[in-house]
């Protein structure tokens, strides 16, 4: 085929592309402002119990508090921090006490995943609240599988290895994990291992009105819209 030729079909293609994003572009200014303007947000909160913990099995595949591991930290989604923020990050909740987590196989980092062992404050800006657990809680938090992993189970390996680590802390009763609502697989297995649902917080949108609550599954359950008092409900 001639360089003309080459040329005609390539200009040919991106009218086509131009024309089906054309046609597109309305349903997707759409989808975007429905968003901003008409959404319901839920951030679910789970609880497992450390005294259940020695019936979970522990795979223990991951390394702990490896920072050097991060130099495999890739940015494979658009709201992931960067590789330098990730790592200034990861060495500041280091600082605070926190534990790191990661796998990695053929200098890639698979999954990471971090423990919070006092865990006194689950703030959420999405929906505008944060949560207050009991005293004597851990936090497993900042799960993330590499895109060429999922579907091998690191996520549940890595929740059962974080638990058995809760249960070895002193003075820890309870371990939390906070899923949105519309996240179908890490919910699967959060519920699989059998964490407990407590409660959620919720911000309803519509129009220029926001509607931001809490609603327990029973029992205790403390929480507060950000900047103001503590709530009981």
């Known amino acids: 085929m001639s360089l003309s030729a080459v040329m005609k079909v390539s200009l040919q293609n991106l009218a086509a592309q131009w024309r089906q994003n054309k046609r597109e572009l309305p349903a997707r200014l759409w989808r975007v402002a429905r968003k901003r303007v008409w959404y319901h947000c839920e951030k679910r909160i789970y609880v497992y119990e450390a005294d259940r913990v020695l019936a979970l099995p522990n795979p223990n595949r991951l390394r702990r ?44 980092l698979l999954h990471y995943a971090w423990l919070q062992s006092c865990h006194t404050r689950g703030e959420d800006t999405a929906v505008g609240q944060a949560f207050f657990p009991p005293p004597a809680s851990s936090a497993l938090y900042d799960h993330y599988t590499h895109p060429s992993a999922r579907g091998q189970g690191l996520f549940f390996e890595a929740l059962c290895q974080l638990l058995h680590d809760v249960h070895a802390l002193a003075n820890t009763k309870q371990a939390y994990i906070y899923v949105y609502g519309d996240n179908k697989p890490s919910r699967h297995v959060v519920e699989k291992i059998g964490f407990h649902y407590v409660g959620s917080l919720i911000e309803d949108r519509r129009l220029f009105t926001a509607r931001r609550y809490a609603v327990s599954a029973g029992g205790p359950f403390r929480t507060a819209l950000l900047g103001s008092t503590v709530s009981t409900k």
């Open 65 to 108: 508090d490896r920072v050097e591991d991060l130099r495999y930290y890739e940015q494979t989604a658009s709201w992931q921090l960067s590789p330098d923020a990730y790592q200034a990050t990861a060495r500041r909740r280091l600082a605070e006490g926190e534990h790191l987590y990661t796998l990695v196989e053929g200098n890639r």
